[in-house]
């Protein structure tokens, strides 16, 4: 079994910045795809941004350019640092693993955008 746990989260300013962390436990190594997930109050959840095996980061158009993802293997450990943020990215922040094809989400982090 894989265990996500966000941390980071917060209140942070219109054009601030906020580092995101979700540490994994549990039968998790580098090899596995690894991703964040945001969800608004009554907004579906979307993807944010992932990581592949190979390190290859990919990115919503909407956070690309401001958002970066990144791993620390040894730490089985994925990072989402957030700059520029605007109040409309307030939201639940998800980590989430997929790992020998199966899935699983952390319980996520409130970031909240606002003055």
């Known amino acids: 079994q894989v265990q996500l746990v966000e941390s980071g989260g917060g209140l942070v300013q219109p054009g601030g910045s906020l580092r995101l962390s979700c540490a994994a436990s549990?039968?998790?190594?580098?090899?596995?795809?690894r991703a964040w997930y945001r969800q608004a109050a009554g907004k579906q959840r979307e993807w944010v941004a992932d990581i592949l095996t190979s390190g290859l980061t990919n990115y919503a158009n909407s956070v690309k350019g401001r958002f970066t993802i990144s791993r620390d293997n040894a730490k089985n450990r994925v990072d989402l640092q957030m700059n520029s943020l605007n109040p409309e990215e307030t939201a639940v922040y998800y980590c989430?693993?997929?790992?020998?094809?199966?899935?699983?989400w952390g319980q996520g982090t409130q970031v909240t955008v606002a003055s």
């Open positions: 549990g039968s998790i190594d580098s090899f596995s795809y």
């Open positions: 989430f693993a997929r790992v020998s094809g199966a899935e699983y």
